[in-house]
């Protein structure tokens, strides 16, 4: 890849959604790509600013609880760095997690809500189910939290204050696997602390994830990702998709339309869609990933975002870089 790089107090544009073969909209944002030496070979908008991470940040919150003591592994460790979809192997490993611990679902303080998967939500729904806390896509992050806490005897109440023992670790866990200072920290939908960085940053830290040794807590977390991808989302999510068919890949989509990978060669990349539409995440990763070289069936996968008018495909959103 040549090394390019465009910035403008205006993020360019980095996908468009077409219909009928006219262009009705644009979505803006920032992407850096990283060399396997960690340079940076290819940017977009400006990489340097601070974004929150949102869900991006959960490989280093679990990385925390490592710290924390916490002795975890293979699936327990996956879900601790996931957003959920809620399917049911997903809410039986949270309610063991928090069992094994002596906590229970109302020990979590994440808002109650529905499975992140539309299907999973659906079918929770049509049982008569109702939103509850063990549903939210965090709750394996969060049980993993309580049990850190618990084992230490840190306060259980006010496991998400900033100033917890627990919180000054995930903010140390970040600063030292992005190679820069939190630039500010607010609070995440699920009511954890959210340490913003910039995109060179998270690249930068997924960098140091995918390349760690293996008994180092970010090379736990990475080997269980890994190994794990479809507790990390779900069966229907790109980012297991991505896990499970490129070997060495480590994957963590955000809220807010923010995209982080790494490959083991210490390759990375980070974006992030400045107006948080989702529906852009797929096309432009597998953009940025096939001009990484990456070439595997599943990067088509992901690049899909069709557009229908009735019941017909009309359109599509498409990268534009």
Not at 22 to 31: A, P, Q, Y
Not at 38 to 61: C, H, I, T, W, Y
Not at 235 to 255: C, H, I, N, Q
């Amino acid at each position: 890849m040549t090394a390019v790089s465009s910035t403008s107090p205006i993020p360019p544009v980095l996908a468009e959604v077409v219909r009928s073969g006219f262009v009705e909209g644009h979505h803006r944002g920032s992407l850096v790509v990283l060399a396997a030496d960690g340079s940076v070979e290819f940017s977009l908008g400006d990489p340097a600013a601070p974004v929150f991470p949102r869900s991006s940040n959960k490989p280093m919150q679990a990385a925390a609880v490592l710290r924390a003591g916490l002795d975890l592994s293979g699936e327990r460790l996956a879900i601790a760095a996931a957003s959920h979809s809620g399917e049911g192997f997903h809410l039986d490993l949270v309610r063991k997690m928090l069992a094994e611990h002596g906590l229970t679902p109302d020990d979590l303080q994440t808002p109650p809500d529905l499975p992140l998967d539309a299907v999973e939500a659906e079918t929770y729904l049509a049982a008569g189910h109702v939103r509850e806390r063990l549903t939210m896509n965090c709750s394996g992050k969060h049980a993993a939290m309580l049990a850190a806490c618990k084992q230490n005897g840190w306060d259980l109440a006010t496991y998400l204050d900033p100033a917890h023992p627990l919180q000054r670790l995930v903010s140390e866990s970040v600063e030292s696997a992005a190679g820069e200072r939190v630039a500010s920290v607010g609070t995440d939908g699920c009511g954890a602390p959210l340490m913003a960085i910039g995109l060179t940053g998270l690249a930068r830290a997924f960098r140091t994830f995918a390349t760690a040794g293996a008994g180092s807590p970010e090379g736990r977390v990475a080997e269980a990702m890994r190994a794990h991808p479809e507790y990390v989302a779900g069966t229907r999510r790109p980012d297991t998709w991505l896990m499970r068919e490129v070997p060495g890949t480590l994957s963590k989509m955000g809220a807010e339309a923010v995209q982080a990978v790494a490959f083991a060669d210490g390759r990375a990349l980070a974006f992030k869609v400045d107006d948080g539409a989702i529906r852009a995440l797929g096309p432009v990763l597998a953009r940025a990933l096939r001009l990484m070289g990456v070439d595997a069936p599943v990067v088509d996968r992901i690049g899909r975002a069709p557009l229908l008018g009735g019941a017909a495909e009309v359109g599509e959103i498409r990268a534009t870089f």
